[in-house]
């Protein structure tokens, strides 16, 4: 008996790369060795005269908001961060504290090192799609200074001729606001199992354990 045999796979390399972008920017919460350090800047940027604090800051967002979408919102997360450090007593105007949060800010080019890693999946919206063409969305690993990783996405179209069109990259790139213990709701878990054909006694005794709302370190 002959053994049988295995029919060759044709694989065709396609021309299109896709190299990581060095503007593409994030910012992240920079703070010195010390809270010594940290008062004292503090400290310096509440003595400065009124007119320099405005000019300063002014300049601050020419230069940055064009590559930050919500830079007010980034300044006011990381004032908050140092909010510690801060006299009891002292109310700080609106400039001071976008001053303050521009100091412990810093940014990290996230793709400079390298982007690989690919992986493709179709997405989950299909409509308005040419006969013959799927919408994907790419997962990418990129690394910048120091060799941190990031997830990194793409998205685009491979079309009936077997042509991959990515769309174009957005402007803006920036880290969520972590919330790290969220509030949960029961019935959603309760569907989700009931969806997956997934309901049995464990389940149901476990979901029977937890109130309608509840968090994760409640619950710990």
Same mark, same amino acid.
Do not use: W
């Given at each position: 008996?002959?053994?049988?045999?295995?029919?060759?796979?044709?694989?065709?390399?396609?021309?299109?790369?896709?190299?990581?972008?060095?503007?593409?920017?994030?910012?992240?919460?920079?703070?010195?060795?010390?809270?010594? %350090?940290?008062? !004292?800047?503090?400290? *310096?940027?509440?003595?400065?005269?009124?007119? +320099?604090? #405005?000019?300063?800051?002014?300049? &601050?967002?020419?230069?940055?908001?064009?590559?930050?979408?919500?830079?007010?919102?980034?300044?006011?997360?990381?004032?908050?961060?140092?909010?510690?450090?801060?006299?009891?007593?002292?109310?700080?105007?609106?400039?001071?504290?976008?001053?303050?949060?521009?100091?412990?800010?810093?940014?990290?080019?996230?793709?400079?090192?390298?982007?690989?890693?690919?992986?493709?999946?179709?997405?989950?919206?299909?409509? %308005?799609?040419? !006969?013959?063409?799927? *919408?994907?969305?790419?997962?990418?690993?990129? +690394?910048? #200074?120091?060799?941190?990783?990031? &997830?990194?996405?793409?998205?685009?179209?491979?079309?009936?001729?077997?042509?991959?069109?990515?769309?174009?990259?957005?402007?803006?790139?920036?880290?969520?606001?972590?919330?790290?213990?969220?509030?949960?709701?029961?019935?959603?878990?309760?569907?989700?199992?009931?969806?997956?054909?997934?309901?049995?006694?464990?389940?149901?005794?476990?979901?029977?354990?937890?109130?309608?709302?509840?968090?994760?370190?409640?619950?710990?």
């Amino acid at each position: 008996m002959h053994p049988k045999k295995r029919q060759m796979l044709k694989v065709k390399r396609k021309a299109i790369k896709i190299v990581g972008d060095t503007s593409r920017v994030i910012t992240r919460l920079h703070l010195p060795d010390t809270g010594d %350090r940290i008062l !004292k800047i503090i400290q *310096r940027i509440m003595r400065l005269p009124d007119p +320099t604090a #405005e000019y300063l800051i002014a300049q &601050i967002m020419i230069d940055f908001s064009g590559r930050h979408e919500d830079i007010e919102h980034i300044f006011e997360r990381h004032l908050k961060a140092v909010k510690d450090h801060l006299p009891l007593d002292f109310v700080l105007n609106d400039v001071q504290r976008a001053l303050i949060g521009a100091y412990f800010t810093m940014e990290y080019s996230i793709e400079s090192a390298a982007l690989f890693n690919p992986s493709i999946v179709a997405h989950p919206d299909q409509s %308005r799609q040419k !006969k013959g063409s799927l *919408r994907f969305i790419m997962s990418l690993r990129a +690394t910048g #200074e120091g060799h941190v990783s990031s &997830i990194v996405f793409r998205s685009g179209v491979l079309d009936r001729h077997n042509r991959f069109l990515l769309d174009p990259t957005s402007d803006f790139v920036e880290t969520p606001d972590l919330e790290l213990d969220p509030l949960y709701k029961r019935n959603p878990f309760q569907l989700k199992l009931n969806e997956m054909k997934a309901r049995s006694e464990i389940t149901a005794h476990i979901l029977s354990q937890l109130p309608e709302d509840f968090t994760y370190r409640a619950c710990a």
